[in-house]
């Protein structure tokens, strides 16, 4: 299966961003979605895993959801700030534990 | 606090080898599964192998399987990439990452942290 993700999105300082992962084949809802943040030059660290769970240390203005009807997950990002300024990449796998990553979202900070 | 630092990388010819290493500290190494995932440069995440806490069970991805072989040393803390009949395709770094949240005898399929990664180039 395939996650599919917008090649980029832009917004402004202190506004919201959703950033969509849409699963080809198979449920959303059936194996867990993580979320990997990858600032330029630097390696990714997951700011959500299991769909809607915040690791220790990532703030509370990141959130995940899933969406059964359009066999999407949600990162959300409030209260934009520029560190946020980075690749984000959607992350599942299926039952035989392929793992799938999404082409990745560049979030622009304008 | 916990680190894993990847060395081993280089450039190497079309069907040579190369082994990479990550040393991890700050963690009990050996509860952890543990995964190689790589990127080519200004490209996307694929994950590559994983291995359990005690290295008897392992699994890689098809784009690798037969070429590449993970495998772990307890005693010093370190994971491997042993990778042979290199492919131009095979061109990326490659992250050591170890599995999250937890430990355990079942992976979560989910990775942090992740380290610095190695840049592997197969050229001519």
């Known amino acids: 299966f395939l996650l599919a993700q917008p090649h980029s999105v832009s917004e402004s300082p202190g506004k919201t961003v959703v950033i969509s992962c849409t699963r080809s084949s198979g449920s959303i809802a059936s194996n867990y979605v993580q979320w990997y943040q990858q600032r330029p030059g630097s390696a990714p660290t997951i700011v959500i895993y299991?769909?809607?769970?915040?690791p220790s240390g990532v703030p509370d203005r990141f959130s995940g959801s899933i969406d059964s009807s359009s066999n999407s997950a949600s990162l959300t990002v409030s209260g934009l700030k520029t560190e946020d300024e980075a690749d984000y990449y959607c992350q599942s796998y299926d039952s035989s534990n392929h793992v799938v990553f999404g082409g990745g979202t560049k979030l622009t900070v304008l | 606090e916990v680190q894993l630092v990847e060395s081993g990388g280089g450039l190497v010819q079309p069907g040579g080898s190369l082994r990479l290493s990550c040393a991890a500290s700050g963690f009990t190494f050996s509860f952890y599964w543990m995964h190689w995932v790589r990127q080519v440069p200004g490209k996307g995440l694929v994950w590559v192998s994983r291995i359990n806490g005690d290295g008897t069970n392992t699994s890689h991805a098809d784009s690798v399987k037969g070429r590449f072989t993970i495998s772990r040393d307890n005693a010093k803390n370190t994971l491997y990439l042993q990778m042979n009949s290199l492919r131009a395709e095979d061109t990326a770094v490659y992250y050591c990452?170890?599995?999250?949240?937890?430990?355990?005898?079942?992976?979560?399929?989910?990775?942090?942290?992740w380290g610095q990664g190695t840049l592997v180039t197969v050229s001519s």
């Open positions: 299991e769909d809607n769970q915040r």
């Open positions: 990452t170890r599995d999250f949240p937890s430990y355990g005898p079942h992976f979560s399929n989910s990775f942090d942290p």
